[in-house]
């Protein structure tokens, strides 16, 4: 089998996840570029987004499916925990991240401040002003969920770590998340041992708009 | 162990899921009512979202968690296929169902025409008319993707196909749906198998607004 293909580009926080799951699973991957509106992508992803994802003739998108498929296709360390309740927990928070963590923080917050400049658009400071409470809310319950726990589900790293990762990277940077961040010690506290992994320094993004 | 407990209303999509996985897996379960915007419900969800679900000490939030629970932690019939494929596949057309299709389907057009009404406030039209394209595209590529297969994923119904049916159930009544649903072939095939099911009439919901 050839090796695996992500198609992408690395400031993408859910390119940055699949990554994740490729270097903690210690398989070798192509990072193939591939930007929104290209043709090229119209026939990988019929909705436009990335990652999507080949591996031989298995082409899938959407980086649930992708991280699921590197979990249980390779062999290496698993990023799934046994149990029915551990991994139930683990797909409750990579919901939680996708639907409460990253439309704030990614989609309103990040985009305007480090998206919107590049591409020569002012800030919307009122969009940033709103999703600010939906933001902490949402990691103040991730945060309480890290009180006794060095890892979101289980005993050792999943898939939900990987997903928030990215997510709380750019966080970091940027105003909103300087302020709120030291507030919540528990999550600072897994960003740590999560920034301590090979695997972080393996996928550290260029800068926005940078290669 | 008690039997589970889900928590909602039986008129919500995401509610029907996770009924129809317990009626597909054959445990027995309770329907305990719970609305939007109650402590209860604050309790249970942070997000305050339905449904909600506890089994014995095992409280968990987020339907596909809920699902994933169901279908690892009873006996009963698999609703995950087997093969690291397949199984991504299943994954790739839920992520599809809640980003791509429930947004125009739900929580735009069916809640404008069955929700909004109840509330003595007027359907926003268009609304309506911008979800119809969306609607149209994702459920095309579904459509697509049933061509040759009686399922979403694998040989036999997964997760995947009991997210989408609450969905169909409700486009179907409605203009938007009465009008497209028949260009889509594959989908109205689909559909009549899984109204066949026991789990269909099972889980049945009472009219928007009834008992």
Known sequence: MPEPIVFGFPQSTYVRTVRLACVEKGIAYTLEPLRFSSDALAELHPFGR????RHGDVSLYETTAI????NTAFEGPSLVPPGA???ARM????????A?????????????RLT????????DEAKCSAATPRAAHALGVIDTALTDQAF???DGISLADIFLLPIIYYFRQLPEGI???PSLPHLETWYERMQNRASFAATTPPPPGGR
Chains 1, 2 share one sequence.
């Open 50 to 53: 990335i990652p999507a994802f």
């Open 91 to 98: 797909e409750q928070w990579i919901s939680v991240i996708n």
């Open 100 to 112: 409460y963590v990253d439309p704030p923080v990614i989609r309103d917050i990040v985009v305007e």
């Open 67 to 70: 991280c699921r498929y590197i």
């Open 152 to 154: 979101l589900s289980g």
């Open 85 to 87: 309740a551990d991994q």
């Open 179 to 181: 302020e709120m961040l």
């Open 116 to 123: 919107r400049p590049l591409q020569g658009q002012p800030v």
